[in-house]
């Protein structure tokens, strides 16, 4: 082989191994988020997708499909939630979703529980219900 065939092998070899051992410690520190509950979003999602970015979303915990939020974290969403509706009455979960960057589906529970508690009350069908302070609310 000439030593330009040499040379460019080497740089080959080199740039792939600096790529391998890139890959190498990005794949540890995807595990690494995972196991220490600061993944991405979770267990469901490829490592490939955990590596280009997690999203901003707000309200709903990282501990991947299935797991559960801890009673803080349903309270403090409830009280977010409560607070944002007083002051915004009559918004769509559309409308509020976008506001607190939070999704419907973070909203479903701690919504059903501020009804049930009589902090909140809910006017019209699917995605045609408002939300009102309910009348604990105002006390």
């Not at 051992?21 to 595990?31: D, G, K, Q, S």
């Not at 991947?64 to 009673?71: C, D, L, V």
């Not at 506001?99 to 909140?120: F, H, N, Q, V, Y």
């Amino acid at each position: 082989m000439s030593d330009f065939q040499n040379e460019m092998n080497r740089t080959v070899q080199s740039f792939v191994a600096q790529i391998t051992e890139l890959a190498r410690r990005a794949a540890v520190n995807t595990l690494e988020s995972a196991f220490n509950g600061r993944g991405g979003r979770g267990a469901g999602r490829s490592a490939a997708v955990a590596l280009v970015g997690g999203g901003g979303r707000v309200g709903r915990s990282r501990g991947g499909r299935g797991a559960k939020r801890t009673a803080a974290d349903l309270e403090a969403l409830s009280q977010k939630f409560g607070t944002f509706v007083k002051a915004n009455p009559g918004l769509r979960i559309e409308q509020i979703n976008k506001e607190l960057g939070t999704t419907t589906k973070d909203l479903a529970l701690p919504i059903r529980k501020l009804i049930a508690d009589g902090m909140i009350s809910a006017k019209g069908q699917k995605r045609s219900t408002t939300y009102f302070p309910g009348r604990k609310a105002k006390k």
